[in-house]
């Protein structure tokens, strides 16, 4: 029989795909295009919530593959235990590097500059200067140091800072310096100035930015997530907005999306965008070629990238 492979991208819209396995179109729409029992290779919708990616998962009784188009896999991961022993799970690395750091730089410079401020003065037709703190010269930590937090660093290289230090789950060499482990923590939260969060979450990260964290950091310090909000304890953070002691810029928040309501919405000193760090244009062409290179790797028989586990391992 033909393997399914489910794709949320037209296949006829998506050059390169090898052939042989039958292309099917699934964004998450109420109706599947097929019996889930003869998806091989499921990939998951993007931009869905994560029970609507999970939905087909209890009925892919042969599927050999599930693809995430995200960085993170945390909203997929709860689906797992439906699968049988074996399956891989892939992320979306090399797709959202680019936009996410973007979106970072773009967070920082825009909270340190004032620009949320001068947008609303522009509307009140006010012309407002005066001094505001630069990133020049200032001591920047980022807090994960996957290929996001590496690229995040790439961008950050021309803007004269004083330094940067790198922290992650375990400590290691890399061309730009040393990462070092989540036990150094404390130290460096007390000389940055700028701290950045691009660590996946997980169980080991969920809450990672508690009271106690936050306590650590600098007076006039400025907190950035481009991570996932549950990374941060909320209602930790909302304390120490309101102190003024510290500022945010947050791309992801917990919950999402922030009902209407939220305190964290008129919280002094915090810029909030709504969890864009992915879709851009850079998104399509990158997924695309992501696509095109893992299903042509499944088709050969060829070790597949970016496999975050197999299911009936470590738990799963």
Not at 55 to 66: D, F, G, I, N
Not at 139 to 146: A, D, M, R, W
Not at 224 to 241: F, I, Q, W
Not at 248 to 263: C, F, Q, R, S
Request: glycine share 8%.
């Amino acid at each position: 029989m033909t393997a399914d492979v489910w794709l949320p991208i037209p296949p006829d819209e998506i050059q390169g795909l090898p052939q042989g396995p039958n292309y099917l179109f699934w964004d998450g729409d109420e109706e599947f295009p097929a019996d889930p029992a003869d998806c091989s290779f499921y990939v998951v919708p993007y931009m869905r919530p994560g029970d609507v990616g999970m939905r087909p998962m209890p009925r892919l009784a042969s599927v050999e593959v599930v693809q995430t188009l995200s960085a993170g896999t945390d909203s997929i991961e709860p689906g797992l235990k439906h699968l049988r022993p074996g399956v891989l799970l892939c992320n979306a690395r090399g797709v959202h590097e680019a936009s996410t750091a973007e979106l970072a730089l773009t967070l920082i410079l825009a909270s340190l500059r004032g620009i949320p401020d001068f947008v609303r003065a522009q509307d009140r037709g006010e012309w407002r200067g005066g001094f505001r703190p630069a990133l020049a010269d200032r001591n920047v930590l980022i807090v994960g140091y996957g290929s996001i937090g590496a690229a995040i660093e790439d961008r950050l290289a021309p803007f004269e800072l004083a330094r940067v230090a790198r922290v992650a789950r375990s400590a290691r060499t890399t061309a730009r310096g040393p990462v070092l482990p989540l036990t150094e923590l404390p130290a460096q939260l007390a000389e940055a100035d700028v701290v950045i969060l691009s660590t996946p979450l997980t169980e080991a990260t969920r809450g990672l930015v508690d009271a106690e964290f936050l306590a650590h950091m600098k007076d006039g310090a400025l907190l950035v997530n481009v991570a996932r909000g549950p990374v941060v304890d909320t209602k930790a953070l909302l304390t120490e907005l309101d102190s003024g002691r510290i500022t945010a810029a947050l791309d992801v928040t917990d919950p999402e999306p922030l009902p209407p309501a939220h305190p964290l919405w008129h919280a002094p000193g915090v810029l909030i965008s709504p969890h864009v760090g992915g879709p851009t244009s850079a998104f399509r062409p990158r997924a695309e070629r992501l696509l095109v290179d893992q299903l042509s790797r499944f088709v050969n028989r060829e070790p597949l990238r970016n496999v975050i586990l197999t299911t009936g391992t470590d738990g799963t």
